[in-house]
C-alpha cells in the first residue's frame, strides 16, 4: 500500500491559464474523490467515480472544471480558464466502496493562480 | 442539506492536559461520523469513526461518543501530547441507499497546538 500520490504538489499559474492535476488511487480502490479545502476550512465535495464512471458532481464544480478517470485507475482534474478563486488545496481520496470504508487522503496540489 | 460544526479555535493546551472538541452536526439521513486529522505536511488521515448511535471510536487514546439525542460527536483525549498538535476534522457520511455513500461532509476544522 503506497497511498494516494498526487501530482504536482504545488501549481502556480496565471489567471487565464489551463491546469491538470493527476491522483493515483490505492490501487485495490475503486472508489476515487476530489475535495477542494480553502484556508480555515473544512475540504469540500467535488466529484467521485466509481471505477471509471463518474457518478456525482457538486455544484461547486462549475464547467470550467472537468474530471476524468479514463481506465478505472489514475483521475485527473483539469481547470480552465483559471480565476483566483480557484486559488486552494485539491484533494484527492480513495476507499474500496463499500459502507463505512474508510477513505484514505493524498497530500493535495495546492494551487496559486496569480 | 448536511452540516457539520465545530467549536471555534485555535485551541492551545499543556502538555497531559484534558482536550475537548466539540462537534455537532444535522443530517437528512442517519449518518456515519468520523474525526480526520492532518498533521503539518501530511494528508489527511482517518482517526477513528462511529458508524450508529451510542458507538464508541477510538484510536491513539482519543475517543468520540455518537450521541443521536444531541446530535453531537465529541472528541476526547485524557492526556495530550505535544505530538498530537494538528488540525482536527469533524465529519459526516449519509447512507443514501445505492451508491451514495463516502461523500464526507466535513467541519470548518480545529486547530490544536499542544506545549512542553
Known amino acids: 500500500d503506497t497511498g494516494v500520490s498526487q501530482d504536482p504538489r504545488h501549481k502556480i499559474t496565471k489567471r487565464g491559464q489551463n491546469v491538470t492535476f493527476r491522483c493515483d488511487p490505492i490501487?485495490?480502490?475503486?472508489?476515487l474523490y476530489w475535495y477542494r479545502q480553502t484556508l480555515g476550512q473544512g475540504p469540500e465535495f467535488l466529484t467521485y467515480?466509481?471505477?471509471?464512471?463518474?457518478?456525482?458532481k457538486s455544484r461547486l464544480l462549475s464547467d470550467r472544471f472537468s474530471a476524468e478517470r479514463p481506465k478505472g485507475s489514475f483521475s485527473t482534474l483539469e481547470i480552465q480558464r483559471t480565476e483566483q478563486g480557484d486559488s486552494a488545496m485539491y484533494l484527492c481520496a480513495s476507499s474500496l466502496g463499500v459502507p463505512n470504508s474508510p477513505l484514505h487522503f493524498g497530500n493535495g496540489t495546492r494551487l496559486t493562480v496569480t | 442539506g448536511d452540516s457539520v460544526t465545530q467549536m471555534e479555535g485555535p485551541v492551545t493546551l499543556s502538555e497531559e492536559a484534558f482536550l475537548t472538541i466539540n462537534c455537532t452536526y444535522t443530517?437528512?439521513?442517519?449518518?456515519?461520523l468520523f474525526w480526520y486529522v492532518q498533521y503539518p505536511g501530511e494528508g489527511l488521515q482517518l482517526l477513528l469513526k462511529?458508524?450508529?448511535?451510542?458507538d464508541k471510536g477510538s484510536n491513539k487514546g482519543f475517543e468520540a461518543t455518537y450521541r443521536k439525542e444531541t446530535t453531537s460527536f465529541h472528541l476526547e483525549k485524557g492526556s495530550v501530547q505535544v505530538s498530537d498538535s494538528a488540525v482536527y476534522f469533524c465529519a459526516l457520511s449519509v447512507w443514501a441507499g445505492g451508491t451514495s455513500y463516502g461523500k464526507l461532509t466535513f467541519g470548518q476544522g480545529t486547530i490544536l497546538t499542544v506545549h512542553p
Open positions: 490501487s485495490e480502490h475503486n472508489r
Open positions: 443530517a437528512t439521513g442517519y449518518p456515519s
Open positions: 467515480f466509481q471505477n471509471e464512471a463518474q457518478l456525482e
Open positions: 462511529a458508524t450508529k448511535a451510542d
